[in-house]
């Protein structure tokens, strides 16, 4: 490590940094009774005396990296930029294969730069954001390298943007009016314009083990993509902490794929599960209430609703998307699609046509309520959870994903 | 916007409020010189016959004869014999006495005969009303002169319809020619015979104004010695012309600077840039849309700095806000207008980070901007209270300002656009772009596309506030403060290059050992360091107050505003 560039150091510092605070930042915010508006604090705290040192690391490096120019972008000062560029790639491959044992391929070298420094300026913005600094500098460059490429790659950017829809919606909601929470509360008040409607195949609300999954085809160290998800966890939560409008919709066949997924279970058909996965497919499974009402909605309301789609049909050609007033995000979680970015912002019109899809899906729920909310026939199209008691939410559970 | 204003010459108020002033200096100076000279005529006896006698005397004095004798006698040094010949002893007594009578004689002629103090007094008056009465006679002159020129050159706007129409009517116009009648008819007015006029308005004004000051002249010939008093009155007029040459001058700058605005659509250099800030004050006042622009530096009213008396400052600049009822301050403009506003402001994180080792002239620029930022973060808030006060029963607008990188340094009201270009720090390009846009649809079009750019800078950026708070929780972790302390404002601003911006605040004030607050517009306010190190930490805190005033968090004793701790900065950056 001697002859190394000083650059290098940074790097691994800050790399270690945001592992450090993604592991610290998880288990704060996990915990049972979290006080989740103290987060930062408590973050900080852990830290104790690191966390000066902590900083300086983060915010020098992010300085660094916002001084980097595109990857692989040519014009007039391509020599000196792609000398630059270069450098930044081989820091990066030496660093990670200092820290988590992996070769950075030359493949993903060449082809995956622009994803490498966007997750790198994601980290920067996550890392100092559990510091209680969050300057928008390096995520603002993450968007200006996003519109170039299209899009963002898969894994802590687009688990940013939905976090960020959450807070700007949260924001907005109590700017609205003056007292805020309050106004949300009174009784008959709906506003499903102002609502966050989620689409979602993978829901975090639902699924805790979802948090700490690991994506085998990010380029980046795993801490930086669980930092992104906690981020869009924490946020989800204050969100429901303030009892503001949400609509979470949630189809089952991709309830099930996920639920599979996270117990480590093969896509291939024909490969039988193993005992052990059978084992945390159940676990996965009988943890989703507990998840649900103890810590993600402790206090249901009417605007707050969590609801599983059973015909794969209602949700069809919408990929999972986390809709706010003013902006949402889809993203298409797959990292073999072909595409080079995994999912991109959603505005204007495409926003609101994609709004309008999810809001008739209030229409089907309000047939259901018609006919009683809690029997499972073939006319049921929604189930909205959040108004399950606890016999029959095990109950259904067990019926729509019986063990293996 | 209107380039044109309807009727230039309707600006006859100066003029009007200027002769006024002259009459009455006139009369007055004419009546004071008229009573000095009747006591000096019951005094002395002299009658007014004496004056044209005196007149005809002086002038039959003068003869041909007499340049050649003059000539002669300045060439020939005499002056020793003439000494000699004076000197001479004479010895008979009736010499004696002929010489002690015409000693007594000069003696009588050449001292001033005793003053009183009514007397005085009123020579001091007529003096001090004549030297007004000429200041005057300049300015009104300046004025009528431009009046004339206005109403030389002001016609009526020409009616494209009318002469198309007319146009129509006609056969052909043969050899592109066009048939009289159908362009506006040279006007008399529009001749150069019409300068004469112009130029003979001085003339008229000057020897008008003389008038007075020769009654008084001619009264004071016994008081004192005439040719010195002419000087003084000569060198009064010199000053009073000078004056109204600058003062010329002055509007001459300005009408070329409007003139070069109303054909290029550009506004020159840091002054300009001045009188941009005012001319784009007018246009938020009147705005009704939308105001979207990229600024580069955050102007603070000139208002602000002398809101520096006792109590809080806040309440002075709402206050002085109210009194300019709508011109000139940013919160009483933004009041007036109901358009949303979104600002996009570059604040580099690099300067930040590198600040402590940064050199002064860095640290200063960097407290200035961060200020600047803060000061219109506060006043946005303020304006959008007043709006929600002024309409209770509707949404209002609201007010933004995101961080962001953003090249382009585009300012749009409504329609209306600007492109700002930067050439050093003190040195910038306006130019209007939709300036010689009739077509409203290609105004739109510009506009729209300067709002998208400024919106799309605006959403990939973060809240102001946010990294306000988080600048200020950055210096907070270098100063070394701890969590649960109470926030040490003025360390944190310090550490954020307060002292270093105290040092050399030029542009926005002058430091000085105590306060001196100019009502004038464009005259620079001088402050003593603590009360500038307050006005500075006045922002801060208001922002602070403001913002944690909301409870954004639902946390009870998070924005308990007496003790104000470090780690509720926390609140806004969840």
Same mark, same amino acid.
């Given at each position: 490590?001697?002859?190394? %560039?000083?650059?290098?150091?940074?790097?691994?510092?800050?790399?270690?940094?945001?592992?450090?605070?993604?592991?610290?930042?998880?288990?704060?915010?996990?915990?049972?009774?979290?006080?989740?508006?103290?987060?930062?604090?408590?973050?900080?705290?852990?830290?104790?005396?690191?966390?000066?040192?902590?900083?300086?690391?983060?915010?020098?490096?992010?300085?660094?990296?916002? &001084?980097?120019?595109?990857?692989?972008?040519?014009?007039?000062?391509?020599?000196?930029?792609?000398?630059?560029?270069?450098?930044?790639?081989?820091?990066?491959?030496?660093?990670?294969?200092?820290?988590?044992?992996?070769?950075?391929?030359?493949?993903?070298?060449?082809?995956?730069?622009?994803?490498?420094?966007?997750?790198?300026?994601?980290?920067?913005?996550?890392?100092?954001?559990?510091?209680?600094?969050?300057?928008?500098?390096?995520?603002?460059?993450?968007?200006?390298?996003?519109?170039?490429?299209?899009?963002?790659?898969?894994?802590?950017?687009?688990?940013?943007?939905?976090?960020?829809?959450?807070?700007?919606?949260?924001?907005?909601?109590?700017?609205?009016?003056?007292?805020?929470?309050?106004?949300?509360?009174?009784?008959?008040?709906?506003?499903? %314009?102002?609502?966050?409607?989620?689409?979602?195949?993978?829901?975090?609300?639902?699924?805790?083990?979802?948090?700490?999954?690991?994506?085998?085809?990010?380029?980046?160290?795993?801490?930086?993509?669980?930092?992104?998800?906690?981020?869009?966890?924490?946020?989800?939560?204050?969100?429901?902490?303030?009892?503001?409008?949400?609509?979470?919709?949630?189809?089952?066949?991709?309830?099930?794929?996920?639920?599979?997924?996270?117990?480590?279970?093969?896509?291939?058909?024909?490969?039988?599960?193993?005992?052990?996965?059978?084992?945390?497919?159940?676990?996965?499974?009988d943890s989703i209430r507990p998840w649900l009402f103890g810590r993600m909605v402790p206090t249901h309301t009417g605007q707050q609703t969590v609801s599983l789609l059973t015909l794969p049909s209602d949700a069809s050609g919408m990929?999972?998307?986390?809709?706010?007033?003013?902006?949402?995000?889809?993203?298409?979680?797959?990292?073999?699609?072909?595409?080079?970015?995994?999912?991109?912002?959603?505005?204007?019109?495409?926003?609101?046509?994609?709004?309008?899809?999810?809001?008739?899906?209030?229409?089907?729920?309000?047939?259901?309520?018609?006919? &009683?909310?809690?029997?499972?026939?073939?006319?049921?199209?929604?189930?909205?959870?959040?108004?399950?008691?606890?016999?029959?939410? %095990?109950?259904?559970?067990?019926?729509?994903?019986?063990?293996? | 916007?209107?380039?044109?204003?309807?009727?230039?010459?309707?600006?006859?108020?100066?003029?009007?409020?200027?002769?006024?002033?002259?009459?009455?200096? *006139?009369?007055?100076?004419?009546? !004071?010189?008229?009573?000095?000279?009747?006591?000096?005529?019951?005094?002395? #006896?002299?009658?007014?016959?004496?004056?044209?006698?005196?007149?005809?005397?002086?002038?039959?004095?003068?003869?041909? /004869?007499?340049?050649?004798?003059?000539?002669?006698?300045?060439?020939?040094?005499?002056?020793?014999?003439?000494?000699?010949?004076?000197?001479?002893?004479?010895?008979?007594?009736?010499?004696?006495?002929?010489?002690?009578?015409?000693?007594?004689?000069?003696?009588?002629?050449?001292?001033?005969?005793?003053?009183?103090?009514?007397?005085?007094?009123?020579?001091?008056?007529?003096?001090?009303?004549?030297?007004?009465? *000429?200041?005057?006679?300049?300015?009104?002159?300046?004025?009528? #002169?431009?009046?004339?020129?206005?109403?030389?050159?002001?016609?009526?706007?020409?009616?494209?319809?009318?002469?198309?129409?007319?146009?129509?009517?006609?056969?052909? =116009?043969?050899?592109?020619?066009?048939?009289?009648?159908?362009?506006?008819?040279?006007?008399?007015?529009?001749?150069?015979?019409?300068?004469?006029?112009?130029?003979?308005?001085?003339?008229?004004?000057?020897?008008?104004?003389? !008038?007075?000051?020769?009654?008084?002249?001619?009264?004071?010939?016994?008081?004192?010695?005439?040719?010195?008093?002419?000087?003084?009155?000569?060198?009064?007029?010199?000053? =009073?012309?000078?004056?109204?040459g600058l003062t010329k001058a002055e509007h001459e700058i300005k009408a070329s600077t409007d003139d070069l605005k109303r054909t290029m659509g550009i506004v020159l250099d840091a002054d300009g840039l001045n009188e941009w800030r005012?001319?784009?004050?007018?246009?938020?006042?009147?705005?009704?849309?939308?105001?979207?622009?990229?600024?580069?530096?955050?102007?603070?009213?000139?208002?602000?700095?002398?809101?520096?008396?006792?109590?809080?400052?806040? /309440?002075?600049?709402?206050?002085?806000?109210?009194?300019?009822?709508?011109?000139?301050?940013?919160?009483?403009?933004?009041?007036?207008?109901?358009?949303?506003?979104?600002?996009?402001?570059?604040?580099?994180?690099?300067?930040?980070?590198?600040?402590?080792?940064?050199?002064?002239?860095?640290?200063?620029?960097?407290?200035?901007?961060?200020?600047?930022?803060?000061?219109?973060?506060?006043?946005?808030?303020?304006?959008?209270?007043?709006?929600?006060?002024?309409?209770?029963?509707?949404?209002? +607008?609201?007010?933004?300002?995101?961080? +962001?990188?953003?090249? =382009?340094?585009?300012?749009?009201?409504?329609?209306?656009?600007?492109?700002?270009?930067?050439?050093?720090?003190?040195?910038?390009?306006?130019?209007?772009?939709?300036?010689?846009?009739?077509?409203?649809?290609?105004?739109?079009?510009?506009?729209?596309?300067?709002?998208?750019?400024?919106?799309?800078?605006?959403?990939?950026?973060?809240?102001?506030?946010?990294?306000?708070?988080?600048?200020?929780?950055?210096?907070?972790?270098?100063?070394?403060?701890?969590?649960?302390?109470?926030?040490?404002?003025?360390?944190?601003?310090?550490?954020?290059?307060?002292?270093?911006?105290?040092?050399?605040?030029?542009?926005?004030?002058?430091?000085?050992?105590?306060?001196?607050?100019?009502?004038?517009?464009?005259?620079?306010?001088?402050?003593?360091?603590?009360?500038?190190?307050?006005?500075?930490?006045?922002?801060?805190?208001?922002?602070?107050?403001?913002?944690?005033?909301?409870?954004?968090?639902?946390?009870?004793?998070?924005?308990?505003?007496?003790?104000?701790?470090?780690?509720?900065?926390?609140?806004?950056?969840?």
């Amino acid at each position: 490590m001697r002859d190394l %560039d000083p650059l290098v150091f940074l790097a691994r510092d800050f790399w270690n940094d945001v592992a450090k605070i993604s592991r610290i930042a998880t288990a704060k915010v996990t915990a049972p009774g979290a006080a989740l508006w103290d987060v930062q604090m408590q973050v900080c705290q852990a830290l104790g005396n690191a966390y000066p040192v902590m900083v300086e690391h983060l915010l020098a490096y992010a300085v660094e990296l916002l &001084g980097l120019p595109r990857m692989g972008g040519g014009g007039r000062n391509a020599s000196a930029s792609s000398k630059q560029t270069d450098d930044f790639l081989l820091r990066c491959a030496q660093v990670f294969e200092l820290q988590e044992h992996r070769k950075l391929e030359e493949r993903d070298v060449q082809t995956r730069g622009d994803e490498l420094l966007m997750e790198n300026l994601a980290a920067a913005w996550l890392g100092l954001y559990f510091l209680g600094l969050p300057f928008s500098h390096p995520w603002e460059k993450v968007r200006r390298l996003a519109d170039y490429r299209g899009g963002f790659p898969s894994g802590a950017c687009i688990a940013k943007y939905a976090g960020d829809i959450y807070r700007l919606a949260r924001h907005r909601m109590r700017e609205r009016t003056p007292t805020g929470a309050q106004a949300a509360l009174l009784p008959g008040y709906t506003d499903h %314009d102002a609502a966050v409607l989620v689409l979602s195949h993978t829901p975090l609300i639902l699924l805790q083990d979802a948090l700490g999954f690991q994506d085998q085809t990010n380029v980046t160290p795993s801490s930086v993509h669980q930092l992104g998800r906690l981020y869009t966890l924490l946020q989800m939560m204050l969100y429901l902490r303030c009892d503001y409008p949400v609509h979470f919709f949630i189809p089952i066949s991709a309830l099930g794929q996920s639920l599979r997924t996270l117990a480590g279970i093969p896509d291939d058909p024909k490969a039988a599960p193993t005992n052990p996965m059978r084992q945390a497919y159940t676990r996965v499974r009988d943890s989703i209430r507990p998840w649900l009402f103890g810590r993600m909605v402790p206090t249901h309301t009417g605007q707050q609703t969590v609801s599983l789609l059973t015909l794969p049909s209602d949700a069809s050609g919408m990929p999972t998307c986390v809709l706010g007033n003013k902006t949402g995000i889809y993203t298409l979680e797959s990292g073999d699609s072909g595409l080079h970015f995994a999912g991109n912002e959603i505005n204007e019109a495409l926003l609101a046509s994609y709004r309008d899809k999810l809001k008739m899906l209030f229409v089907l729920k309000e047939d259901v309520g018609r006919h &009683g909310p809690y029997q499972l026939d073939e006319d049921t199209r929604i189930i909205s959870l959040l108004d399950l008691n606890e016999p029959t939410f %095990d109950d259904l559970f067990r019926k729509l994903f019986p063990d293996l | 916007m209107q380039d044109e204003p309807a009727a230039p010459w309707y600006k006859i108020r100066p003029v009007i409020y200027k002769s006024c002033i002259y009459v009455i200096l *006139w009369l007055a100076a004419s009546s !004071l010189s008229l009573n000095y000279y009747a006591d000096y005529a019951r005094k002395d #006896k002299h009658a007014s016959g004496d004056l044209l006698a005196a007149a005809k005397t002086m002038f039959c004095g003068l003869k041909f /004869d007499k340049l050649g004798e003059g000539w002669n006698a300045l060439w020939d040094d005499k002056s020793g014999t003439h000494d000699e010949e004076k000197e001479s002893p004479d010895p008979t007594l009736a010499t004696i006495q002929k010489a002690i009578e015409q000693v007594g004689k000069d003696v009588r002629e050449r001292t001033h005969p005793p003053q009183d103090l009514p007397n005085s007094l009123l020579k001091i008056l007529v003096v001090i009303v004549i030297s007004w009465l *000429w200041f005057y006679t300049f300015l009104l002159k300046n004025e009528l #002169k431009r009046a004339y020129r206005r109403w030389q050159q002001a016609r009526p706007p020409f009616d494209l319809a009318a002469y198309r129409k007319q146009e129509g009517r006609r056969p052909i =116009a043969l050899f592109g020619l066009v048939a009289p009648g159908l362009l506006p008819r040279r006007l008399w007015r529009e001749r150069p015979v019409a300068d004469l006029v112009r130029g003979s308005i001085a003339w008229v004004l000057g020897i008008w104004s003389l !008038l007075p000051a020769l009654v008084f002249a001619v009264a004071m010939h016994a008081a004192y010695e005439p040719a010195v008093f002419v000087m003084a009155l000569a060198a009064i007029f010199v000053a =009073a012309e000078h004056y109204s040459g600058l003062t010329k001058a002055e509007h001459e700058i300005k009408a070329s600077t409007d003139d070069l605005k109303r054909t290029m659509g550009i506004v020159l250099d840091a002054d300009g840039l001045n009188e941009w800030r005012t001319e784009v004050y007018d246009l938020y006042g009147e705005a009704k849309g939308r105001i979207d622009a990229v600024i580069r530096i955050f102007d603070i009213d000139p208002e602000w700095w002398k809101c520096a008396g006792p109590g809080d400052p806040w /309440d002075q600049y709402r206050e002085r806000c109210k009194l300019s009822s709508g011109a000139g301050t940013l919160l009483s403009v933004l009041i007036k207008s109901e358009a949303r506003v979104r600002f996009v402001s570059d604040q580099p994180l690099e300067k930040l980070v590198r600040l402590r080792g940064a050199a002064p002239s860095e640290r200063k620029e960097f407290f200035r901007a961060l200020l600047g930022l803060s000061w219109n973060l506060v006043v946005f808030d303020m304006a959008y209270q007043a709006r929600v006060r002024k309409h209770v029963d509707r949404k209002v +607008s609201r007010l933004r300002i995101k961080i +962001s990188r953003a090249p =382009a340094w585009m300012h749009v009201v409504d329609e209306t656009v600007y492109q700002v270009i930067e050439r050093g720090s003190e040195n910038a390009t306006v130019r209007q772009l939709t300036h010689s846009m009739t077509d409203a649809r290609e105004r739109q079009a510009l506009s729209g596309w300067a709002k998208s750019n400024v919106r799309r800078f605006a959403q990939r950026g973060g809240r102001a506030e946010e990294y306000v708070f988080a600048a200020l929780r950055f210096a907070a972790i270098r100063a070394q403060s701890s969590e649960g302390q109470h926030l040490p404002l003025k360390q944190l601003l310090d550490e954020l290059g307060m002292e270093d911006y105290l040092k050399e605040p030029k542009g926005d004030f002058l430091i000085a050992p105590r306060n001196v607050i100019d009502q004038r517009m464009n005259r620079s306010v001088l402050l003593s360091e603590t009360t500038a190190q307050s006005l500075c930490m006045a922002v801060f805190d208001e922002l602070l107050r403001c913002r944690l005033g909301k409870n954004n968090c639902f946390v009870q004793g998070w924005a308990d505003p007496p003790d104000l701790k470090l780690q509720f900065l926390l609140s806004e950056l969840i």
